[in-house]
């Protein structure tokens, strides 16, 4: 059993930032694919960033996310720049117990999830 809690979100203007924080339990951390999606209001939860070997970004948000990991802290990060109205969402981190060289995209594929935290942009 993996638990995830979010935190970090909040309120910010356009053009601010936001570091997001997954804290997961689990003693082979290092060994999970962890990911980061978001849903907004009336929409499906989509991918926005993965960490594997290699790290996955939706074209939304490449050039202004940074997902990074700690592995001596069992935490993920999400560094979000530049932030725009449409970023607006629960975010949800994921935690995904196949290791890959290439993290998926797909909610799917993830076996373990947090509880969201909330990301609100205003313009």
């Known amino acids: 059993q993996v638990q995830l809690v979010e935190s970090g979100g909040g309120l910010v203007q356009a053009g601010g930032s936001l570091r997001l924080s997954c804290a997961a339990s689990g003693r082979t951390f290092s060994n999970y694919v962890m990911g980061w999606f978001r849903q907004a209001p009336g929409k499906e939860r989509e991918f926005v960033a993965a960490n594997a070997v290699i790290a996955a970004y939706t074209d939304s948000v490449k050039g202004r996310f940074t997902i990074s990991r700690d592995n001596a802290k069992n935490t993920v990060y999400l560094q979000m720049n530049n932030l725009r109205p449409e970023d607006t969402a629960v975010y949800y981190c994921?935690?995904?117990?196949?290791?890959?060289?290439?993290?998926?995209?797909?909610?799917?594929?993830?076996?373990?999830w947090g509880q969201g935290t909330q990301v609100t942009v205003s313009s």
């Open positions: 994921a935690a995904d117990l196949r290791w890959a060289h290439v993290p998926s995209n797909r909610a799917e594929q993830y076996d373990y």
